[in-house]
C-alpha cells in the first residue's frame, strides 16, 4: 500500500484542522457564560407576535395554518429574515441554538445560509458590518461564535436562518459582560415574495436583499418569502394588512405566470389599499433568468410577466390608487448574467444588485409616507 511522505502527511492532518466543524473546534459547557434566551425579548421579523404561535420562532400565527395553503404554512416555519438585536461590550460570543430540520444545507445553497446564524456590528460611524456566522454540521450548534473582540460596548444584529427553522436560541457572553436585548423596532417594511425573497441562494442570512436593505434603511423588515409559494395569494394579503407595515413591497412574478398576474394582482393591491389606505405599495417585476438571453421560450415568459403586471399597474393607477411604486425586473441581478447561482436564484453579488435597484424606490416611499 503506497504512503503519503512524512510532510505531505503532516501538511494534509493541517490542511483537515482548519476545516474542523466549528462545533468541534470548541464548545463551552462550564459555568462561565451566562447565556440569554432571545424570547426574553423578541426578534424583529416575526410578524404579530402578540398572536399565539404553534413554534415561537414561525413568521406566521398559530391562525394561519389552514387558511393559508399548506406550503405556505410549512414555508413559514422558517426563520428567513428574523433579526435579534442586543448591546454587549463582551470580547466573545457564544451561540446556542437548536435547528428545526435536519437538512443543513442545499445542493445550491450553503450550510452556513440555509442554518447559520450571521452576526453584525455597528462600528464607531454607525455603520453596520459583518463579524461572524455559525458553521453548522447538525442541528444542534453550541460554538463560540467569535472571540478577541475590541473592548467597548456595541449594538449587534444576528440573521436567523433562512431555509431553516429555529426550535430554541440562546446567547452567551462572560460572566462579567455587560448585556442587553434589544426590543424588535416597530413599523417593518413587510416582504412578501417568492424563494429569492425567501433568501435562495445567499451564502449567510444577513446577504439576502432584505436585510442589505434593512442595514442601509436602518429600518426593521419582515420577510414573507415562501419558496415556490409567493403567489399573491388572498389568504396571505390577509395577515399582511394585520402588520402595521411602513411599507408593502409585492415580489411574486417569479412563482406566477401571465395570467395569474393578470388574475390576482389587483384584486391583491385593492386588498392592501382598503385596509391601509396610505402606505406605500411597491409591486417588482419578476427578474430575468441570467440564461433567458438564450432560452427564448423563458425570455417570452419573464416578458410577458412584465406587461402584465404593468397593465395591472396602469389600471390601479388610473382607478387613482395613491402611493403605489413600481421596480422593473430586466437587470434585477445586473445586466452581465453573473448575478445568479442557478440562472434563477440569485448569489450575494445578484442580492446586492436587487438592494441597489430597491433603494431608491423605497426611499421615496417612506419618505411619502
Known amino acids: ?16 484542522s482548519c476545516f474542523q466543524p466549528l462545533a468541534a473546534q470548541e464548545k463551552k459547557t462550564d459555568t462561565s457564560i451566562q447565556w440569554h434566551d432571545i424570547t426574553k425579548w423578541g426578534v424583529e421579523g416575526r410578524i404579530l407576535p402578540q398572536q399565539e404561535r404553534a413554534r415561537w420562532f414561525d413568521r406566521l400565527p398559530a391562525s394561519a395554518e389552514g387558511k393559508v395553503t399548506p406550503a405556505v404554512w410549512s ?8 433579526v435579534v438585536r442586543f448591546k454587549t461590550d463582551a470580547t466573545e460570543l457564544w451561540i446556542d441554538y437548536q435547528l428545526k ?13 440555509v442554518s447559520g446564524v450571521d452576526l453584525y456590528a455597528r462600528d464607531t460611524d454607525g455603520r ?10 447538525a442541528q444542534k450548534v453550541s460554538v463560540k461564535w467569535i472571540g478577541g473582540l475590541a473592548p467597548g460596548e456595541r449594538e449587534y444584529a444576528a440573521y436567523l436562518p433562512l431555509y431553516n427553522g429555529i426550535d430554541a436560541l440562546k446567547i452567551g457572553v462572560p460572566q462579567a459582560a455587560k448585556f442587553e436585548g434589544l426590543a424588535p423596532r416597530e413599523k417593518p417594511i413587510v416582504f412578501y415574495g417568492t424563494s429569492i425573497t425567501h433568501g435562495a441562494c445567499a ?94 421560450a423563458r425570455n417570452q415568459h419573464h416578458t410577458a410577466n412584465h406587461a402584465a403586471l404593468k397593465k395591472a399597474y396602469q389600471e390601479l393607477t388610473d382607478a387613482g390608487v ?16 453573473e448575478g445568479a447561482t442557478d440562472a434563477s436564484h440569485a ?23
Request: charged fraction near 20%; aromatic fraction near 8%; proline fraction near 7%.
Open 322 to 337: 395613491k402611493n403605489l411604486y413600481y421596480i422593473e425586473g430586466d437587470t434585477l441581478y445586473g445586466d452581465d448574467t
Open 203 to 296: 451564502s449567510r442570512p444577513g446577504m439576502v436583499h432584505t436585510a442589505i436593505l434593512g442595514r442601509w434603511l436602518d429600518r426593521p423588515v419582515a420577510n414573507l418569502g415562501f419558496s415556490g409559494n409567493g403567489k399573491m395569494h388572498e389568504e396571505v394579503a390577509d395577515y399582511l394588512v394585520q402588520v402595521d407595515a411602513a411599507a408593502y413591497v409585492i415580489d411574486c412574478l417569479p412563482n406566477m405566470s401571465a395570467g395569474d398576474v393578470t388574475q390576482r394582482c389587483v384584486p391583491l393591491v385593492k386588498q392592501i389599499r382598503s385596509a391601509k389606505p396610505d402606505t406605500p405599495i411597491i409591486l417588482v417585476e419578476d427578474r430575468r433568468n441570467t440564461n433567458d438571453w438564450i432560452l427564448p
Open 1 to 16: 500500500m503506497r504512503t503519503l511522505p512524512t510532510f505531505l502527511f503532516a501538511a494534509t492532518l493541517v490542511a483537515l
Open 347 to 369: 448569489s450575494d453579488l445578484g442580492f446586492m444588485r436587487q438592494a441597489e435597484a430597491f433603494k431608491p424606490v423605497l426611499e421615496k416611499a417612506l419618505g411619502s409616507n
Open 101 to 113: 430540520d435536519g437538512g443543513i444545507a442545499m445542493p445550491h445553497m450553503p450550510a452556513t445560509g
Open 75 to 82: 414555508l413559514s416555519r422558517d426563520s428567513a429574515g428574523m
Open 128 to 137: 453596520w458590518k459583518w463579524v461572524a456566522v455559525t458553521k453548522p454540521t
